[in-house]
């Protein structure tokens, strides 16, 4: 069992930067992906960001190309999101996610999530 665990959620203005964090305790294999989703009420959750936990390079989806950057710290097993030039319709609680299989794009192919952080981004 892998618990996520993050941090760094809050409310900020139009235009601002937030950064997220997710630990990850315990062993994590080098075959893992790790990275990011989001959901507003009423949607399925949206894939943010994402990257092979020791190769490749890390992959966005369209919403946030170009404003948010994710990453990873591998000594202190932890992922990143850096969010900057926030909207409003940025706006949703943030997952960090892991998936065992690659498939991390999808929900479906997530094998283990965190309990969320809540983004608020006013206009």
């Known amino acids: 069992q892998v618990q996520l665990v993050e941090s760094g959620g809050g409310l900020v203005q139009a235009g601002g930067s937030l950064r997220l964090s997710c630990l990850i305790p315990?062993?994590?294999?080098?075959?893992?992906?790790m990275g990011w989703f989001r959901q507003t009420p009423g949607t399925g959750r949206e894939f943010v960001a994402g990257?092979?936990?020791?190769?490749?390079?890390?992959y966005y989806g369209d919403s946030v190309k170009g404003r948010f950057a994710a990453s990873r710290d591998k000594a202190k097993s932890t992922v990143y999101l850096q969010m900057n030039s926030l909207k409003p319709e940025d706006t949703a609680v943030y997952y960090c996610?892991?998936?065992?299989?690659?498939?991390?794009?999808?929900?479906?192919?997530?094998?283990?999530w965190g309990k969320g952080t809540l983004v608020t981004v006013s206009s």
């Open positions: 996610a892991v998936s065992t299989n690659g498939r991390l794009q999808a929900p479906s192919g997530v094998d283990y």
């Open positions: 315990g062993r994590t294999s080098n075959s893992y992906y």
């Open positions: 990257f092979g936990w020791n190769f490749g390079s890390t």
